[in-house]
Every structure is written in structure tokens, then in C-alpha cells.
């Protein structure tokens, strides 16, 4: 049996996918979660296997909780479900330790094979992801500039770009504000970008906000 957490900030998304895993009699959903905070609290408290994520939710978001997750449940298989194409992505979150990511337009059963393949410890790569980790293998001079940034770097880039506060963003992430102005410098050095409104032009120009 493959315990399972959903994370969604839609409640009408957890019913859904919990509805349709109870089709499978190997699959059980053990507990869910309406943002990134509730998610570590729910690997805290319950046992689980999967954990599959939503990345857009109110306050912490999935890329927030990512670190946090792999920090405090080692061992649990994160599968993002997201409705940002796998380009925008996918590469970073596995980086940063996702077990698995797919574009909420998928087929319902490939979440469940996704499921069960990083139920046994390993990582799905879609078809897409597939071709996503190809394109950069072969030509690395040419990946996007934040897919260059780290995961703190990374967080800090997001959070900027929707116009937070840098003392909102060092409470959000636990962070001093003197760490994340170290961030968004570091930010702005390897993008070669100058401003707040810059990292918003190119979040917004890429899809990587709303």
C-alpha cells in the first residue's frame, strides 16, 4: 500500500485526486494540505511515501517547502503537480530533490505511475522532463539564466519578482534581511539584470509568475 499526501490550495483539487486514487487499491491518501506550511506539518505527523504538491499556493508555496520537506522527511517521494508547463520548472525542483514533476494537463493514470515509481524510491522523468535534462546535457551554454541560480537564490528570485518585501521574504524563508540582500545581489549578478522591475519583467516574460 502506497500511503499518500496531497498538498493543494484548491479544495476541490485535493477531492478530485483523492476521489481518483480510490479507484486504485494500492493507493491511500493519507492526509492533506492546503499550503507549503500545512505540508511540513503533515510530514511531521503522518507517514507517507508521496507527497504530491502543488507549486502555487498562498503563502508558502511548494518551491518554498521543498528544502524543508527533504530536510524534515528525507525519505518521502515529492511529485510536483503543477499547472506551469514542465519548462518553466521542472529541471530546478528536481535539482532541488522533487522526486518527480508533471503539468496538472497530464493524463489522470500517469499520476498514479508516477506514483508508484517514486513509491519505490526513484525518480519519474516524463517524457518531457526527459527532453528538458537532454537539451541542457548537450548545449549547458544554453540554459536559461534561472536555471543557473541555486535554490536559496532561486526562492529569493521568485519572491522578489512578485514584489515582496525583502523583510516579508526573510520571515518567509527564515532568513536575516542581510541574507536576503546577499541573495538578490547574487541574483542580480548571474541574471545580469538591475533592478526589482527587471526580475518581474523576465518572471512575468517566462511564466514563472502569474
Do not use: W
Not at 511548494?62 to 508547463?85: C, E, F, N, Q, T
Request: hydrophobic share 45%; proline share 3%; aromatic share 6%.
Amino acid at each position: 500500500m502506497i500511503n499518500i499526501g496531497i498538498v493543494d490550495d484548491h479544495a476541490i483539487v485535493r477531492s478530485g485526486l483523492k476521489q481518483f486514487f480510490s479507484d486504485f487499491v494500492d493507493l491511500r491518501v493519507m492526509g492533506e494540505a492546503a499550503s507549503g506550511r500545512e505540508a511540513i506539518d503533515l510530514v511531521r505527523t503522518v507517514e507517507l511515501d508521496v507527497l504530491v504538491m502543488d507549486l502555487s499556493m498562498p503563502g508558502q508555496s511548494g518551491i518554498d517547502a521543498l528544502a524543508m520537506i527533504r530536510a524534515k522527511a528525507p525519505d518521502v517521494g515529492i511529485l510536483i503537480l503543477s499547472g506551469y508547463p514542465e519548462a518553466h520548472y521542472a529541471v530546478n525542483l528536481i535539482r532541488q530533490g522533487a522526486s518527480g514533476y508533471l503539468n496538472k494537463a497530464c493524463e489522470p493514470t500517469e499520476i498514479v505511475e508516477a506514483i508508484r515509481v517514486i513509491a519505490l524510491g526513484k525518480h519519474y522523468i516524463s517524457p518531457a522532463v526527459a527532453e528538458l535534462l537532454a537539451q541542457q546535457l548537450n548545449r549547458p551554454q544554453d540554459v536559461a539564466p534561472h536555471q543557473q541560480l541555486s535554490e536559496r537564490e532561486f526562492q529569493v528570485f521568485l519572491k522578489l519578482a512578485k514584489g515582496e518585501a525583502a523583510g516579508d521574504i526573510a520571515t518567509a524563508l527564515s532568513l536575516s534581511v542581510k541574507t536576503v540582500s546577499t541573495y538578490r545581489t547574487r541574483v542580480m549578478e548571474k541574471m545580469n539584470l538591475a533592478s526589482n522591475s527587471d526580475l518581474t519583467y523576465y518572471a512575468l516574460k517566462n511564466q514563472l509568475i502569474d
